[in-house]
């Protein structure tokens, strides 16, 4: 059984920084493309970043592009996701997905990903 665990979350004040984190278990995590997508209240699940397995290669959301970097470690099964100059629309739940096995140069649709954690929540304060 696959488990995803996003950590990391919490509240900050327009400008600052967090960074997030994502394990994963129960699969070879350096075989899969790895996705972060965010979810405002009222709004549908959006997109964010992605990497391909190897790292090589990224995509991101215009909305986050030069603020947002994501990364990963396949020796710790980790993913990141290190957010730079927050904005009061960054605040959403954010979601970690595995399991595409495949990169074609951006970023997979939501519902390529077959294995999600429950989330963490990022809130900027204006």
């Known amino acids: 059984q696959v488990q995803v665990v996003e950590s990391g979350g919490g509240l900050v004040e327009a400008g600052g920084s967090l960074t997030l984190s994502c394990t994963v278990a129960?699969?070879?995590?350096?075989?899969?493309?790895m996705g972060w997508f965010r979810q405002a209240p009222g709004k549908e699940r959006e997109g964010v970043s992605c990497?391909?397995?190897?790292?090589?290669?990224?995509d991101y959301a215009d909305s986050v592009k030069g603020r947002f970097t994501v990364s990963r470690d396949n020796t710790l099964n980790t993913l990141y996701l290190q957010m730079d100059s927050l904005k009061p629309e960054d605040t959403a739940m954010y979601y970690c997905?595995?399991?595409?096995?495949?990169?074609?140069?951006?970023?997979?649709?939501?519902?390529?990903?077959?294995?999600w954690g429950q989330g963490t929540q990022v809130t900027v304060s204006s």
């Open positions: 997905a595995t399991g595409v096995p495949w990169w074609n140069g951006y970023c997979p649709a939501l519902g390529d990903y077959n294995s």
């Open positions: 990497i391909k397995w190897s790292g090589g290669s990224t």
């Open positions: 129960g699969l070879r995590f350096g075989d899969y493309t």
